[in-house]
Nanobody, 126 residues
């Protein structure tokens, strides 16, 4: 079982940067592939980025590639999402999610993540 708590959201202007964190409880964090998803008001939740257990491989949605960076610190049981050059279209609630222990690979599919945080709001507006 993994419990996830996101933080770091807020209101920023277009072009600004923000770093989200996701603190994981339990002793299995380093054994879970992780991902970030987001859900804008009135829209379906969508994939943002994913990372393998070791952090050696990452994968991004086309909409954030080159602007966002996913990373993890297994010693601190923490997942990060560095967001640069933010746009109004990035406004959403951002969720971190963990895959099960038997699934080490990267996935962009929500249904393959059984563990979710409560989300943190990111608003990009001038």
């Amino acid at each position: 079982q993994v419990q996830l708590v996101e933080s770091g959201g807020g209101l920023v202007q277009p072009g600004d940067s923000l770093r989200l964190s996701c603190a994981a409880s339990g002793r299995t964090f380093s054994s879970n592939a992780m991902g970030w998803f987001r859900q804008a008001l009135g829209k379906e939740r969508e994939f943002v980025a994913a990372i393998t257990r070791s952090g050696g491989s990452t994968y991004y949605a086309d909409s954030v590639k080159g602007r966002f960076t996913i990373s993890r610190d297994n010693a601190k049981n923490t997942l990060y999402l560095q967001m640069n050059s933010l746009k109004p279209d990035d406004t959403a609630v951002y969720y971190c999610a963990a895959r099960g222990l038997n699934y080490p690979g990267i996935s962009a599919t929500m249904g393959e993540y059984p563990y979710w945080g409560q989300g943190t709001q990111v608003t990009v507006s001038s």
